[in-house]
């Protein structure tokens, strides 16, 4: 035990790896259980009698939403609190609330509980800041040398959280696997994995805090980080950017399980695969490629390029036929490219532009856009695919494009590198 802790305090970054890829893994296993809940047909649909699958694509839209307008509001007071009181506390906090919300979403999927669905995604957005807050112990840890190639970390985090989570949530939801999995297994199991991950961190991940706030807790915080967003120097000309490209992937992430069971007759275990085989392509690219690039080039030069291959990427999932399957597999290395790159050094640009006293603050506001970027869009998108379930996507390709346009004009090398002077 003790050699352990001695090893993580070391190397703080791998447990700051582990807990978002821990969380990540909670995510991607929802991605092939969504379309259960209420495609016909379904063992496990959860619709009322009488519902068309137009008002489940409704549902769907603003279940989805639940958890990032709940975090839009919670995660500026966590970061806040991850400034005066230290990482490691928050983030046990702020995981344990997961936990609990997936054990009550698993009970209102056996109980066919809508409110209750609801309700376990509000518990889990209100205290799911644990991202931002572990990327602000990563930022801790970093250097101008190594912040990109760190946040490249993050990234492979995701990668690899999407390439068992969806494997395994497809898996654990289907009965022809073990007979008695179902919908409710998945959220079990990452229930599970939370609680171990609230373990780890008290036992484990040693204080990245240096330099403790003594700010009191401010809890308009949110309302005044969509202003400070667009209005502080550096952090604004990014931050247009970083909603318009979060808010065209949500468009995409939102229904693209249903366009695959829908469109090309995925099963649960068939998505899981797929979203497999994005994740490996995610995990190549952040895990190899994103060092190596920001050895040789400027953030902004990654950026300016990176969103508009994930823009494009977008538009083939759209343009590929039904009959046309086997195309799906030619998509992801290019997604993967223009994704995983823009992740990585986005976030990296923020940290970089941003006094490190409000490390956690800047992220914390970044976090506070992308939870707008996630909660609008799926609920529009929503309502788009009740005109057609494949739309979603085209749509999060022109968003995405706009985000590309957005960083071009407003971000300008030297004028809006007002707190970071190194190159990359």
């Known amino acids: 035990m003790q050699s352990l802790k001695s ?73 806040q609190l991850a400034d005066r009181f230290g990482r490691k506390k928050i983030l046990a906090i702020s995981i344990a609330g997961t936990t609990l919300g997936y054990i009550l979403f698993a009970i209102g999927i056996a109980t066919h509980n809508i409110p209750l669905l609801f309700a376990a995604r509000l518990l889990d957005g209100l205290t799911g800041g644990n991202l931002s807050v572990a990327q602000a112990g990563i930022a801790d840890i970093s250097t101008a040398k190594n912040r990109a190639r760190n946040f490249g970390f993050i990234g492979m985090a995701f990668g690899l959280g999407f390439i068992l989570g969806p494997y395994i949530g497809g898996k654990l939801a289907d009965p022809n696997v073990i007979s008695w999995f179902n919908a409710q297994t998945p959220f079990y199991f990452t229930a599970l994995l939370c609680f171990i991950n609230v373990i780890l961190i008290l036992t484990f991940l040693p204080e990245t805090l240096k330099i403790a706030k ?88 990654v950026l300016r390029i990176s969103i508009f291959v994930s823009a494009i990427s977008l538009l083939g999932y759209f343009i590929i036929p039904a009959g046309g399957s086997s195309w799906l597999f030619l998509v992801p290395p290019f997604m993967a490219l223009g994704n995983g790159l823009t992740m990585a050094f986005n976030t990296s640009l923020i940290s970089r532009i941003s006094p490190r006293e409000i490390q956690g603050e800047s992220l914390g506001i970044n976090s506070s856009v992308m939870a707008l970027a996630q909660a609008f869009p799926a609920i529009i998108a929503g309502y788009v695919a009740t005109v057609n379930d494949n739309l979603p996507v085209f749509v999060g390709s022109v968003v995405i494009a706009l985000a590309g346009i957005a960083f071009w004009i407003f971000f300008k090398p030297g004028r809006d590198d007002i707190y970071g002077t190194e190159a990359k």
């Open 7 to 79: 090893f993580f305090k070391a190397s703080p970054l791998l447990a700051l790896f582990l807990t978002i890829f821990i969380d990540m893994l909670g995510v991607g296993i929802l991605i092939p259980v969504f379309p259960l809940l209420i495609l016909p047909n379904s063992p496990d649909v959860i619709l009322p009698a009488g519902w068309t699958i137009s008002q489940g694509f409704i549902l769907l839209g603003w279940l989805s939403a639940t958890y990032p307008l709940a975090q839009f509001f919670s995660a500026p007071v966590l970061g």
């Open 214 to 301: 003594k700010a009191r807790i401010d809890i308009s915080k949110p309302f005044k980080n969509i202003a400070t967003a667009f209005s502080r120097p550096g952090i604004r000309s990014v931050m247009p950017t970083s909603f318009l490209f979060n808010a065209g992937f949500t468009f995409f992430t939102t229904f693209f399980a249903i366009v695959l069971a829908q469109k090309f007759g995925f099963k649960q275990g068939n998505t899981g695969d797929y979203f497999a085989y994005v994740g490996l392509w995610i995990a190549i690219v952040q895990g190899g490629l994103t060092g190596i690039i920001s050895k040789k080039y400027k953030d902004y030069q």
